[in-house]
Each structure stands twice: as structure tokens, then as C-alpha cells.
């Protein structure tokens, strides 16, 4: 193996891939069991000074997380590319991506990629059930529209006691049409200060992410809003769900439609105006407000700032109590969110979602993969499968 070259192209590109642009984040994540290699060897090895030997590929394999082959082939490997970076708030703070985002986005892509496989296994092409629309479109009628066409109810929308529970319904009315949904959870988890979630919308079947580290109101109003991206066929990377109106500040017209159609959809303009707690009102009082917002919140199961906007919408606020109030907001300590969470069966499948599960299952049992490809695919051991298996068909019924 003394005359094997790796090519510097391919070795810069997976350690970018991984690890971002900057040598210097590589640095600040470096751990001392690295030691076939060393940041400088990294560094001449990119610079074409010098050649890494096959166990230290092995090793960049292994701190890349990339199969070994990659770094055999003569230049990077032709790959979809991410979602457009569509983030504003604090963007110029958080302008790259954490590692553990960047891994996230990769593996989501290959949930996507292997669904994909299966389905065509299978002998089915993946569907999604609605048409192509568009931003010249009205995003609050569009989000009322599909919110019938799916069923979703506001007696059962109020009848949740937790917002999870509202989440993973909604979930559920949108895989059925055509989506695969995850979160991300365990080793997959990554800071809400990286994005709120993200979509794919370049090929079928259209994938939508969301943070498992955010509020859970706020979890609810990012799987409305990506489903937008999804329905508009352009997906993104998001973390601004204030923005309802205008363009000032570099705000883009994309996520102020996403954002308009999930506050609809979210809290459809006639549920809202007849809740009960507007009953007989046309304007609220200051000191009702906190109040009163916190109750419609708990009712629709989305944030305060949902709500808010909604008030201010139709009127039951002034302009300058919004900025006051969320400005105000804005100052609060943020609430921690969930860690990556302890190994459940129940954590594996909000990861990856019934949808994409029931896939992988289905595929197992009409012999397109081994029982070992479940395993690999849903990310647990093979002495859990009957138990998720069993899980599975729970949440079908």
C-alpha cells in the first residue's frame, strides 16, 4: 500500500464537509483519541506537502464519518447540494453551521436517499399529493385550504393536553401526504442557535427537519412552516419565524410566506376569531393580554408570539404593543432545550418518524433488505426491532 495516493482535493472536502470551511472549528472540536493524526499533518496533507499513510485515512474515515472508500476516488463525489441558507436572525453570529448541524443535514439526506431506494425496491414511486404551488399565491387561503383537505380538526387540535401530542398528530397528517418528517434526538441533536429546522424539496419524497431543541410551541410552527417550503418546492434552511410582512432587513419573501401560511394553518382565522376568549372583544386590554395569549397559545398549541401576531393581525392589538411585547420577549431567558435525549424506543421513532419506520419495515418484510438493514437504516440494535416493530403498528391504529 506504499504507492497509494489520497487525493488533497478529497481530503480537504471531507474534512469541510464535517467540519465546516474553517480549520479552526476541526481545532475547537478536536479530541485527544485522534492520535493517528494531528491538526498539522491535516493541514500539509490538504496542502499536497504530504501523504497520508492507509491507517491514518482510515482514521480521517472514522473522525469524518465517511465510508473508507471516499477517500480513494479521484476528486469529492458528486452530491445534492444543502438547502439554501435562509436564516436572518443573528445570521451574521451563526453564519456557519455547527458540525453536529452539518452532520444532521447529511444524514437527513440520506434518510431521504434511502427512502427513495426502497420505494423504487418496492416497485412504487414516492408521491406527494399536492401540486406545485406558488409565492403569487395567497398563504393564508393556501394554509386553510390544505388544513381541510387534511382533516385536521380544531376539537382535536384543542383536546391535546400536551403540545407534543399535537405535534406528532401533525405530524401524522402530513407524512400522509407524502412527506418524511424527523426530529433530531440522541446523537443526532444539534444547537437551536444552527437552525429551527430544514427541508428538501429537490427530489421526491420531499423531507422535512425539525429541532428537537427548540420550545415546543415553537417545534409545531417549524413542521408548518417547512411543510410550506415542501408545497412551494423550495426548500431551506430557517430559523426566522417573526417575520410576517415587508422585506426590510434582508427578510425574504420566501419565509415571510412560509411564516403567514403557518400561522394560518396553525390557527385557521375562523377558530381564532371565535375562541372563547375574544367572545364580545374587539381590542385586549394590557394587563388581560399575557393572559389571555397564554390561554389561545395552550388551546392551538403554538407559541406566544404566534398568537400575538394573530392578534395583531385582526386587529386586537396596536403595532406598537407587538413590538413591545415581543421585544420584551426577546429579552427573557431562553428556555433550555431537550438534550439529545436517553435511548428509548419511543425517542427512535419521533427521530425518524412512522412514516420513514413503517418504510424500512415494509421493505424487510417483502425481502428487499436484510434485518440488518433495519438496524442500519433506524440507527438501533437488532434486539429492539420487535419492540419498535410492535410500537409502529401502535401508532398505526
Not at 291 to 299: G, L, T
Not at 341 to 349: A, C, E, N
Request: hydrophobic residues 40%.
Amino acid at each position: 500500500m506504499a504507492d497509494l495516493r489520497f487525493e488533497p482535493v478529497v481530503l480537504k472536502w471531507a474534512r469541510e464537509k464535517r467540519f465546516g470551511p474553517k480549520m479552526e472549528i476541526l481545532l475547537a472540536n478536536w479530541v485527544e483519541s485522534w492520535k493517528e493524526v494531528t491538526p498539522d499533518l491535516i493541514k500539509e496533507w490538504e496542502n499536497g506537502i504530504a501523504q497520508p499513510t492507509f491507517a491514518q485515512v482510515r482514521k480521517l474515515a472514522e473522525i469524518y464519518k465517511r465510508p473508507l472508500a471516499v477517500f480513494f476516488l479521484d476528486g469529492p463525489p458528486k452530491e445534492k447540494k444543502d438547502p439554501p441558507d435562509l436564516r436572518t436572525i443573528n445570521s451574521e453570529d451563526n453564519k456557519l453551521l455547527s458540525p453536529a448541524a452539518l452532520l444532521a443535514i447529511r444524514k437527513a439526506r440520506r434518510v431521504q436517499e434511502v427512502s427513495a431506494d426502497l420505494h423504487e425496491e418496492l416497485g412504487e414511486r414516492p408521491f406527494f399529493k399536492y401540486a406545485r404551488h406558488s409565492l403569487d399565491e395567497n398563504a393564508s387561503e393556501l394554509a386553510e385550504n390544505i388544513r381541510a383537505d387534511l382533516l385536521i380538526s380544531a376539537n382535536e387540535q384543542f383536546g391535546f393536553k400536551k403540545y407534543e401530542d399535537f405535534f406528532e398528530y401533525l405530524r401524522n397528517k402530513i407524512e400522509s401526504a407524502g412527506v418524511i418528517t424527523l426530529k433530531s434526538g440522541l446523537h443526532d441533536s444539534f444547537p437551536i442557535t444552527d437552525c429551527r429546522a430544514f427541508s428538501f424539496a429537490d427530489q421526491q419524497p420531499y423531507l422535512v427537519f425539525v429541532n428537537n431543541k427548540d420550545t415546543e410551541g415553537a417545534k409545531n410552527f417549524s413542521l408548518a412552516h417547512e411543510f410550506a417550503h415542501v408545497l412551494l418546492r423550495e426548500a431551506g434552511i430557517c430559523n426566522n419565524f417573526k417575520s410576517f410582512s415587508g422585506h426590510k432587513n434582508g427578510i425574504n419573501k420566501l419565509e415571510v410566506f412560509c411564516n403567514q401560511f403557518a400561522a394560518s394553518f396553525l390557527v385557521p382565522e375562523a377558530e381564532f376569531l371565535k375562541h372563547r376568549t375574544l367572545k364580545d372583544k374587539t381590542k385586549i386590554s394590557p394587563e388581560d393580554l399575557d393572559s389571555k395569549i397564554e390561554r389561545i397559545a395552550f388551546d392551538f398549541k403554538v407559541s406566544r408570539v404566534v398568537i400575538l401576531r394573530r392578534l395583531l393581525t385582526f386587529n386586537y392589538v396596536t403595532s406598537a404593543i407587538y413590538e413591545a411585547k415581543t421585544k420584551k420577549w426577546d429579552g427573557e431567558p431562553r428556555p433550555n432545550g431537550k438534550k439529545g435525549g436517553r435511548f428509548s424506543l419511543k425517542t427512535i421513532l419521533s427521530k425518524n418518524g412512522v412514516g420513514f419506520s413503517s418504510l424500512v419495515f415494509e421493505a424487510y418484510k417483502q425481502k428487499k433488505i436484510p434485518y440488518s438493514g433495519i438496524s442500519d437504516y433506524l440507527g438501533l440494535k437488532m434486539k429492539h426491532l420487535p419492540g419498535l416493530e410492535k410500537l409502529i403498528h401502535s401508532h398505526a391504529r
